[in-house]
């Protein structure tokens, strides 16, 4: 079973504060993917990485593929409260199949 | 296009009844997922489908659940008889891309 770990489970900080939270695996997905959730709603899709070593940025956030395509990393600059919610991590297991984190739980304090 | 419709948005129900979940893919998306989420066990895969064939069931919890697909554009989820530990949000999503539905939040007295 391909699982995936992320860390913090919850971050809870001010708002402009910078922030980095983490999906790692023992083993080596093809991509990754990264969700919001907020409260009340379904994950939202980021952003996927594909390429070991992939950086993507999406406004004040920045995704990072691990060059083993075994982690990532999310960057947050100058949080704001408007990003508040549950970060998930999922990679695919097979061609429809994703396997997904336990998240973590952002929270940003005005 | 109005993404992922699911129907009910919440259910509250006693056990042993019967629960029939609802969802509307997005046209064109040929794969269809249903997942559980709860505090516990966080978000779960019961079953997908490809083209409205069944691809892996794997993850349904035992017997009292089922899903079908009857064509692109529906599918349901049954829970019968339904039991607390049922109790959760249930999220029917389509790809590609990954998209979510608003989720169904079932409570189960």
């Known amino acids: 079973t391909q699982l995936l770990e992320q860390s913090p489970q919850f971050l809870s900080i001010q708002e402009g504060e910078n922030l980095t939270v983490y999906c790692n695996s023992s083993?080596?997905?093809?991509?990754l993917q990264w969700y919001r959730q907020e409260p009340g709603e379904g994950p939202v899709l980021l952003v996927t990485v594909v390429t070991g070593g992939e950086v993507k940025k999406l406004k004040r956030l920045t995704f990072q593929f691990g060059d083993a395509r075994k982690d990532s990393s999310l960057h947050i600059t100058a949080a704001q409260p408007g990003d508040t919610g549950l970060y998930l991590c999922?990679?695919?297991?097979?061609?429809?199949?994703?396997?997904f984190g336990d998240g973590t739980t952002l929270t940003v304090k005005p | 296009d109005a993404g992922v419709i699911q129907s009910p948005r919440h259910e509250v129900t006693e056990m042993g009844q019967e629960v029939t979940l609802r969802c509307k893919p997005i046209?064109?998306?040929?794969?269809l997922f249903w997942y559980r989420q709860t505090m516990m066990r966080g978000l779960e895969l019961l079953i997908y489908?490809?083209?409205?064939?069944?691809?892996?069931d794997s993850g349904m919890p035992e017997d009292r659940f089922s899903a079908k697909m009857p064509n692109a554009s529906f599918s349901t989820l049954k829970i019968q008889p339904s039991e607390p530990r049922d109790s959760a949000v249930y999220f029917c999503?389509?790809?590609?891309?990954?998209?979510f539905g608003p989720g169904t939040r079932l409570l189960v007295l």
């Open positions: 083993s080596v997905f093809s991509s």
């Open positions: 999503a389509s790809s590609p891309p990954v998209t």
């Open positions: 046209s064109g998306h040929d794969y």
């Open positions: 999922a990679g695919p297991v097979n061609a429809g199949k994703s396997t």
């Open positions: 489908f490809n083209n409205n064939v069944p691809i892996d």
